[in-house]
């Protein structure tokens, strides 16, 4: 079987995510927002979505992008004012899907 690769990207609330005031925390959720509005333009940004965390790991969102390096993965991701200020950390990992399931 022949696979894509992507990154997925748990989007995780650090256990020492800093305290910000509502006004700022408001300013830093619509930059996240237009971030993903602006990855997903230019064909970084997949899907993204919140979740429902069961693992007790406070895991926020999932970004699923179109790279299969690691390097570019990270300096995408490090376009979001969430995680710049530390209110969101990212986990990385490379995922395999059918070849053409997901264009």
Do not use: C
């Not at 696979?3 to 300013?27: G, I, K, M």
């Not at 971030?35 to 926020?60: F, I, Y």
């Amino acid at each position: 079987m022949e696979f894509d690769e992507f990154y997925l990207v748990l989007l995780r609330r650090p256990p020492n995510a800093p305290e910000l005031p509502q006004t700022e925390l408001d300013s830093l959720g619509k930059g996240h927002f237009a971030n993903m509005r602006r990855l997903h333009g230019e064909g970084k940004l997949l899907q993204a979505g919140p979740t429902d965390d069961h693992s007790g790991r406070d895991v926020r969102g999932i970004f699923i992008l179109t790279t299969n390096d690691l390097a570019t993965a990270r300096k995408w991701v490090g376009t979001d004012p969430l995680i710049q200020k530390g209110r969101l950390v990212a986990d990385y990992l490379k995922w395999y899907v059918q070849k053409g399931s997901l264009k």
